[in-house]
């Protein structure tokens, strides 16, 4: 036998053991992923026994969101909050409860709760004093309360808190870091092309603080929401609204009363009911339920049901769109263009469905994706079928682009919405590479070559035509605005420049029809379409096998790195913003993105 057919043997049989264990870890994989989709359906179909006098546990772990996303590494590096509960899930466990005759109280723990959009708060708010007025109990618990936590808990019976806790109500505010004074040092020139008195998503980089134009608007806001705030949570309390303001305001002078003493401050202003340390938590939460030596109760994990879609009859699609708006395609926490219009020309084509509600939640992105999704939106309104627009936390600037011609808006009354405006912004480093001497030259054909060279900078001629481009673009936008409410033209000029509008004085302009939230929005649809009967579904990109089980190992070992120190802080914010950055891809580097809108305020 020859050398070379001996190598050539050997090479053979390692190419079948590599081909062999190919095949068996794609066969392995495939078994995981039936596993894990069999444990998703599992989990949460009452597979807990529920006894009699039994208390629901709502622990709302995390950030609450309109549609749960993939885990992203690199939030998990840097420290960002992983666990998040869906809106969704939490209303349909409460609603379940308020109907379940096992269930007598309701245990609100909010100590492991993250931000909530004020609009979100509101509807949590409404299930849960629909809970109470079914004559069932609510016990609100926690070892402190920031502002969000304190808001659901005002619904409670009884609120308790730890002999050392807090109950922190800092008002709201927005705040973000300007660059302008480091980007002058480094000599890097920041290009801007924009139409709207009020568009100021590029100052942090043009500027070193805040323009008088932004100030005004953006304090007009947070005022007004903590007036929202203010006149929800004084009347659950029983507390006079100034006396909840100046618990705010005045909160280190009244700490001197109490001797610095946090929860006696607390008790004694009428804020918690009860101060508990573990122990006596416990006895006293064994009391609540029947379980005599126990605390009875049943989880939202284990209660909720299983959200599956209906496999028969005419449906109102639900299109959750969350997140910032991209060219191309894009995973769930972002609105891809292609990937949305994929979602809806499914739809279109589809005879099961009678009515389309999207759920937006969204401060905008790419002006062209924008487009893009608004026009096979109204693809599906020229077959007839209705849409509707359900606006959740936020629906702005590009979110409000995409629900303008929408046959109606609904939007709660805290939803940040309006910013119509445009801008391009375009970073350029000629004078940085100057300064250690590197310098970019070269010869083209005409004014427009290399006139957008990160390197080189924007050329005379192509900074008129981006411009002439933004105007353009704002044009259009006020034109879609204006046909698709309904207004005159010189009504949007005047409500547009990019200024940020509350659902509520939304409303007063005519930018959206009605005040609700989704559950009207869904049966104001199957209403334009005539549906007397009707199944709700959801219809959304699915989760990657790499997202669910990123998603799957992290719920398993209950991975949560803590934001509660200045590390978490700094990198979920770096995050969060370079990730924002990084995501805006459109092909002309126009944008109609909120900027106050993605914060938290």
Same mark, same amino acid.
């Given at each position: 036998m020859s050398i070379v057919s001996v190598v050539g043997k050997v090479f053979s049989g390692i190419s079948r053991a590599f081909a062999f264990a190919r095949v068996t870890l794609a066969n392995l994989l495939?078994?995981?992923?039936?596993?894990?989709?069999?444990?998703?359906?599992?989990?949460?179909?009452?597979r807990v026994e529920v006894s009699d006098g039994s208390a629901l546990l709502l622990e709302t772990d995390g950030t609450i969101v309109e549609q749960a996303g993939g885990q992203d590494p690199l939030a998990v590096?840097?420290?960002?909050?992983?666990?998040?509960t869906?809106?969704?899930?939490?209303?349909?466990?409460?609603?379940?409860?308020?109907?379940?005759?096992?269930?007598?109280?309701?245990?609100?723990?909010?100590?492991?709760?993250?931000?909530?959009?004020?609009?979100?708060?509101?509807?949590?708010?409404?299930a849960l004093e629909a809970f109470r007025g079914g004559g069932k109990t609510i016990l609100a618990k926690s070892d402190f309360y920031n502002r969000d936590q304190y808001y659901l808990a005002s619904f409670a019976d009884e609120v308790v808190m730890h002999p050392l806790g807090e109950v922190a109500l800092t008002g709201y505010g927005t705040y973000r870091n300007y660059y302008g004074g480091l980007l002058d040092r480094l000599k890097v020139n920041i290009h801007v092309f924009r139409v709207g008195t009020y568009k100021s998503f590029v100052e942090p980089y043009t500027s070193t603080g805040m323009s008088e134009a932004a100030r005004q608007a953006n304090q007009a806001m947070i005022d007004r929401l903590w007036r929202s705030f203010v006149e929800r949570v004084a009347p659950n309390?029983?507390?006079?609204?100034?006396?909840?303001?100046?618990?705010?305001?005045?909160? &280190?002078?009244?700490?001197?009363?109490?001797?610095?003493?946090?929860?006696?401050?607390?008790l004694e202003y009428g804020l918690v009911d009860q101060l508990f340390d573990p122990e006596a938590l416990s006895k006293h939460?064994?009391?609540?339920?029947?379980?005599?030596?126990?605390?009875?109760?049943?989880?939202?994990? &284990?209660?909720?049901?299983?959200?599956?879609?209906?496999?028969?009859?005419?449906?109102?699609?639900?299109?959750?769109?969350?997140?910032?708006?991209?060219?191309?395609?894009?995973?769930?926490?972002?609105?891809?263009?292609?990937?949305?219009?994929?979602?809806?020309?499914?739809?279109?084509?589809?005879?099961?469905?009678?009515?389309?509600?999207?759920?937006? &939640?969204?401060?905008?992105?790419s002006a062209f994706a924008s487009e893009q999704i608004r026009a096979e939106i109204a693809r599906i309104q020229s077959e007839d079928t209705p849409v509707v627009v359900s606006m959740a936390?936020?629906?702005?600037?590009?979110?409000?682009?995409?629900?303008?011609?929408?046959?109606?808006?609904?939007?709660?009354?805290?939803?940040?919405?309006?910013?119509?405006?445009?801008?391009?912004?375009?970073?350029?480093?000629?004078?940085?590479?100057?300064?250690?001497?590197?310098?970019?030259?070269?010869?083209?054909?005409?004014?427009?070559?290399?006139?957008? &060279?990160?390197?080189?900078?924007?050329?005379?001629?192509?900074?008129?035509?981006?411009?002439?481009?933004?105007?353009?673009?704002y044009r259009r936008f006020v034109d879609l605005v204006a046909e698709g409410r309904g207004l005159a033209t010189e009504d949007v000029e005047g409500i547009a420049q990019g200024r940020v509008w509350l659902g509520v004085d939304a409303l007063e302009h005519g930018l959206v029809d009605q005040l609700g939230h989704l559950d009207e929005a869904i049966a104001s649809a199957a209403a334009l379409a005539g549906l007397d009967r009707y199944q709700v579904r959801y219809v959304e990109e699915p989760l990657t096998t790499q997202e669910i089980l990123m998603r799957q190992f992290l719920d398993d070992i209950g991975f949560e790195p803590s934001t509660r120190g200045l590390h978490g802080t700094l990198g979920e914010l770096l995050v969060r913003e370079l990730g924002q950055l990084g995501s805006l891809n459109d092909p002309q580097h126009l944008y109609a993105l909120c900027e106050t809108c993605p914060g938290r305020y």
């Amino acid at each position: 036998m020859s050398i070379v057919s001996v190598v050539g043997k050997v090479f053979s049989g390692i190419s079948r053991a590599f081909a062999f264990a190919r095949v068996t870890l794609a066969n392995l994989l495939v078994v995981l992923v039936v596993v894990l989709v069999v444990m998703v359906f599992v989990s949460g179909t009452g597979r807990v026994e529920v006894s009699d006098g039994s208390a629901l546990l709502l622990e709302t772990d995390g950030t609450i969101v309109e549609q749960a996303g993939g885990q992203d590494p690199l939030a998990v590096l840097a420290g960002a909050s992983l666990r998040e509960t869906p809106l969704r899930d939490i209303l349909s466990v409460i609603d379940k409860a308020s109907g379940d005759d096992r269930v007598d109280a309701l245990v609100l723990d909010t100590s492991s709760l993250g931000y909530v959009a004020p609009a979100q708060l509101e509807v949590i708010g409404n299930a849960l004093e629909a809970f109470r007025g079914g004559g069932k109990t609510i016990l609100a618990k926690s070892d402190f309360y920031n502002r969000d936590q304190y808001y659901l808990a005002s619904f409670a019976d009884e609120v308790v808190m730890h002999p050392l806790g807090e109950v922190a109500l800092t008002g709201y505010g927005t705040y973000r870091n300007y660059y302008g004074g480091l980007l002058d040092r480094l000599k890097v020139n920041i290009h801007v092309f924009r139409v709207g008195t009020y568009k100021s998503f590029v100052e942090p980089y043009t500027s070193t603080g805040m323009s008088e134009a932004a100030r005004q608007a953006n304090q007009a806001m947070i005022d007004r929401l903590w007036r929202s705030f203010v006149e929800r949570v004084a009347p659950n309390r029983g507390i006079e609204p100034a006396k909840l303001v100046a618990y705010a305001n005045q909160y &280190d002078q009244l700490l001197r009363g109490t001797g610095g003493d946090t929860a006696r401050l607390a008790l004694e202003y009428g804020l918690v009911d009860q101060l508990f340390d573990p122990e006596a938590l416990s006895k006293h939460l064994n009391g609540l339920t029947a379980g005599k030596d126990s605390f009875a109760h049943v989880a939202l994990g &284990d209660y909720v049901d299983p959200h599956l879609p209906p496999l028969f009859g005419t449906s109102v699609a639900v299109v959750p769109l969350t997140g910032t708006i991209v060219m191309g395609d894009a995973p769930r926490g972002f609105i891809g263009a292609d990937t949305a219009s994929r979602l809806l020309s499914d739809l279109r084509e589809d005879p099961q469905v009678g009515a389309v509600v999207l759920r937006i &939640d969204s401060g905008g992105g790419s002006a062209f994706a924008s487009e893009q999704i608004r026009a096979e939106i109204a693809r599906i309104q020229s077959e007839d079928t209705p849409v509707v627009v359900s606006m959740a936390g936020t629906a702005a600037s590009g979110g409000y682009w995409i629900a303008a011609t929408a046959d109606e808006i609904w939007a709660a009354p805290t939803t940040v919405t309006g910013s119509i405006g445009i801008f391009a912004i375009v970073p350029t480093f000629e004078e940085t590479l100057g300064e250690i001497g590197v310098n970019r030259d070269g010869v083209g054909t005409g004014p427009f070559v290399g006139a957008l &060279d990160p390197i080189g900078g924007v050329g005379e001629a192509m900074a008129r035509a981006l411009q002439s481009n933004v105007e353009y673009g704002y044009r259009r936008f006020v034109d879609l605005v204006a046909e698709g409410r309904g207004l005159a033209t010189e009504d949007v000029e005047g409500i547009a420049q990019g200024r940020v509008w509350l659902g509520v004085d939304a409303l007063e302009h005519g930018l959206v029809d009605q005040l609700g939230h989704l559950d009207e929005a869904i049966a104001s649809a199957a209403a334009l379409a005539g549906l007397d009967r009707y199944q709700v579904r959801y219809v959304e990109e699915p989760l990657t096998t790499q997202e669910i089980l990123m998603r799957q190992f992290l719920d398993d070992i209950g991975f949560e790195p803590s934001t509660r120190g200045l590390h978490g802080t700094l990198g979920e914010l770096l995050v969060r913003e370079l990730g924002q950055l990084g995501s805006l891809n459109d092909p002309q580097h126009l944008y109609a993105l909120c900027e106050t809108c993605p914060g938290r305020y």
